[in-house]
DNA sequence: GTACATTGATTAACGCCGTTATTCGCCCCA
DNA sequence: TGGGGCGAATAACGGCGTTAATCAATGTAC
């Protein structure tokens, strides 16, 4: 019981600064908040975490699982690398959007901000690159894509699908762009520029 | 004599703000640390700038008149408009990794750290995309680029730019990987996926 | 059964932060 | 000589992350 309240509070908070996030945002998300909202005092958190920080990089623990979840179901939906390439895109993408709570502090927060996270968790972190460079690889050797570096393309891909998440979710894009249209052609855009076959007409709409 | 000491403080404080956001990043960029830089208490910063997120508004204007002032100089030393528009692209990377201070508070911070811009302030930054759209309108009338939505256009690779210039620059990038090539890749990536001619071995090397 | 140690939790405090209200000192002009 | 206006400073408010000290309850050893 005295184990079970520990993992119970622990879980507490992480779950209490998880939707404080999505409702007010990392820039109001405070220990007194989180520590107001379960009913504790403030100082109580650092009996289950270090510091904010520390508890932050836990939340970005789960945030690389969700994601990489996503990802590997969109990769397992589709047989041909292409098809693998573009639910992924399309996977990373709604994540970006539908959990800002998680993006943000896994690909938004500025590194000032926050202590470095932890060398050791990075390869798991890796791992959702890693898949897409996989697909890329696949393709490459059934001959769909152009001979290219594998990881670079990932990258390259990443930093495409990572513009779009952050200047829509932060309403920087201008309201005559329709989010879905710049989406697509994200995606289209990033699958089509190493195919071998490429259907140029397909890549950007009208 | 007094009016130019006005004008000499609030220029004293808006270079000092981004002499500090330089240095130590917005989030230790602090009214009271601009304030013991020029020797003056924190409230006499609201003498000439009604709240913080006023003075950093401020600094986004001139951020924004610097990189207007770089894409148009790119803009202007070429004459085809996928070399305009190559040129542009690296301009625009440049400006991102060689001015943090300018481009974090301008296309970085996030909604929730600040007011937003105000709104009449928009169309000046809206340009710096436009001259990217004239670009993209020029090529498609000259025959070197498909059909395309010039403002789509010009908004999907201020993406794949911004993400590039974020990813770098926040260090999330795996260090395996060269910034020259990622910055390549993307520059060419963006160039070549509108072009009529379009020679995909140029896009990504290896 | 009593003294001690452990442990979950709290309060108080430190030094930051943005911002506001108030006050001070000085120059100009009637 | 006396205000009026104005640049600037101090004090203060409520918030922040974090640490130190304390408290109360629970076991535990003798």
Redesign the interface.
């Known amino acids: 019981m005295s184990e079970e309240e520990e993992k119970g509070l622990r879980r507490a908070i992480l779950d209490t600064a998880r939707q404080l996030l999505t409702t ?5 998300l405070s220990m007194r908040n989180i520590a107001k909202e379960i009913g504790y005092s403030a100082t109580s958190i650092y009996l289950h975490f270090e510091s904010k920080d520390d508890l932050v990089h836990a939340l970005i623990d789960e945030g690389v699982d969700v994601l990489h979840e996503s990802l590997s179901r969109a990769n397992a939906s589709f047989s041909t690398p292409e098809h693998r390439l573009e639910a992924m895109c399309r996977a990373y993408v709604a994540f970006g959007l539908e959990r800002p709570e998680y993006y ?1 502090i896994m ?2 927060l ?4 926050i202590k470095r996270y932890p060398v050791e968790k990075y390869r798991k972190a ?1 791992r959702n ?1 890693e898949i897409m460079a996989d697909a890329v690889r696949d393709g490459m050797e059934s001959g769909v894509f ?4 594998p ?3 990932a ?2 891909a ?7 998440v ?2 829509l979710s ?5 309201k ?2 329709a989010p879905d ?2 989406i697509d ?2 995606c289209r ?1 990033v699958v ?3 195919c ?1 076959w ?1 259907d ?2 397909s ?4």
Do not use: C, F
């Open positions: 007010v945002g990392y820039a109001r943000e690909y938004v500025h590194p000032e901000y890796r690159l152009r001979s290219v570096e990881m670079l393309a990258n390259l990443w930093t495409q699908l990572h513009g779009v952050t200047l932060s309403e920087r894009v201008d005559r762009i249209d710049l052609a994200a855009h089509s520029s190493i071998t490429k140029p007409s890549v950007l709409p009208s």
